[in-house]
């Protein structure tokens, strides 16, 4: 049990979330905060959002109870109960509209009880931090874990994003429910989803959860020398949510909250799995130097294509342009000219 100071950001941006999720008052709302250890976040959560009408935080061991619940004295909040209980086994109520759980390393042990205590339609946020794992790393332990094979390298990251959320899909659907991502994000040694949990419509579209087939992707290169997943290939992000985002004040990291809530509300409006990276582009094609990612978002988007820079990596992209049309891109700004397809096509 301890402060995670290095948390701070990521609790700046749960209050910004919950602002932006749940835009009124507390009504009837509930919460729960899984594994709450100080309660900074569910604390946090509670006092600068006013969402909630009830806040439920529980931890097993009892040091950290009695520091919550002081915290929790300490702040006079009303509505908010600290209780000392195994988050795994809680015979909780499915009547929370909101429930948080950022365990260290994996959250696979506690999603079952995450998702029987939520009421339909309502949002699980989950932090993982088991990246070495969700990375690609350890690959047999993905396999293990979460029933998928990962990407390994520089993309590796984003494809841990996607193979949790693919995770969170797959166990909600075995309770009858589907999921939609809100606002879904990596940074530094983490990441974290948030995602509306309701049942599931049998009129709708299949979920966008697949394996990748390298012989068949035509996406940014994988890296892969076989077949990966199973992925969510949907969006990680609710272009009218990512709209209403705005950093909390006072907040612990403004500056940087505020660049990456922009960088969210720009990518959420190219849905588009995994991204480009100038540099890496240029030496798969022999280029003598990388064009900037500004041009490459401009070309595309001139070429008719959605394109915007992210938050996953510093000077990368990602477009709904198939990779031909990127590396096409890649030799115009380059000055080399038009690529053979295009010679050909003319």
Same mark, same amino acid.
């Given at each position: 049990?301890?402060?995670?100071a ?5 609790? $700046?941006? %749960?209050?910004a979330?919950? #602002? ?7 009504? $009837?709302r509930?919460?729960w905060?899984?594994l ?7 604390? #946090?959560?509670? +006092? ?6 009830d ?8 040091? @950290? ?7 929790a *004295? ?25 429930? *948080? ?9 506690f999603?079952?009880a ?41 993309? &590796? ?12 899909? #797959? ?5 009858? %429910? ?8 990596? +940074?530094? +040694? ?6 509306r ?15 990748? *087939?390298p ?5 940014? *290169?994988l ?10 290939l ?5 272009p ?5 985002l705005?950093a ?7 500056r ?7 960088a969210?509300r720009e990518?959420?409006?190219?849905p @588009? ?9 240029? &030496?798969?094609?022999?280029?003598a ?17 959605? @394109? ?11 477009t709904?342009a198939p990779?031909s049309?990127v590396e096409?891109?890649?030799r115009?700004? @380059?000055?080399?000219? +038009?690529s ?5 096509r003319?």
């Amino acid at each position: 049990m301890f402060y995670n100071a290095a948390m701070a950001l990521d609790r $700046d941006l %749960s209050v910004a979330f919950v #602002r932006a999720a749940f835009p009124e008052g507390p009504g $009837d709302r509930r919460a729960w905060e899984m594994l709450a250890a100080t309660g900074a976040r569910g604390l #946090r959560i509670a +006092h600068e959002t006013r969402r909630f009408a009830d806040v439920l935080l529980t931890e097993r061991v009892p040091a @950290a109870v009695a520091v919550a619940r002081a915290n929790a *004295d300490a702040l006079g909040l009303f509505g908010v109960r600290v209780e000392a209980a195994d988050a795994s086994v809680l015979a909780a109520p499915a009547a929370f509209d909101y429930v *948080d759980l950022d365990p260290f390393g994996s959250p696979a042990p506690f999603l079952p009880a995450a998702l029987a205590a939520l009421r339909p339609g309502g949002v699980l946020a989950i932090t993982a931090t088991d990246m070495m794992v969700l990375a690609g790393v350890q690959r047999g332990a993905a396999e293990r874990r979460y029933g998928s094979t990962p990407v390994r390298g520089r993309l &590796g990251p984003e494809g841990g994003l996607r193979l949790l959320i693919a995770y969170v899909a #797959r166990e909600a659907a075995r309770r009858g %429910s589907g999921v939609r991502p809100l606002l879904c994000y990596l +940074h530094d +040694h983490h990441v974290r989803l948030h995602v509306r949990v309701a049942p599931a419509d049998p009129t709708d579209a299949p979920p966008p959860v697949a394996r990748i *087939d390298p012989g068949t992707w035509t996406g940014p *290169d994988l890296g892969l020398a076989g077949a990966a997943g199973p992925f969510w290939l949907g969006p990680l992000f609710d272009p009218a949510l990512t709209d209403r985002l705005v950093a909390p004040e006072p907040a612990a990291r403004p500056r940087e909250a505020a660049r990456l809530i922009a960088a969210f509300r720009e990518e959420a409006r190219v849905p @588009a799995p995994f991204y480009y990276e100038p540099n890496r582009l240029a &030496g798969g094609l022999g280029l003598a130097e990388p064009p900037a990612p500004d041009a490459f978002v401009a070309a595309l988007r001139q070429a008719g294509y959605a @394109a915007a820079r992210t938050h996953a990596r510093a000077g990368a992209f990602r477009t709904l342009a198939p990779r031909s049309a990127v590396e096409d891109a890649a030799r115009r700004l @380059a000055g080399i000219g +038009h690529s053979q397809n295009e010679r050909v096509r003319a």
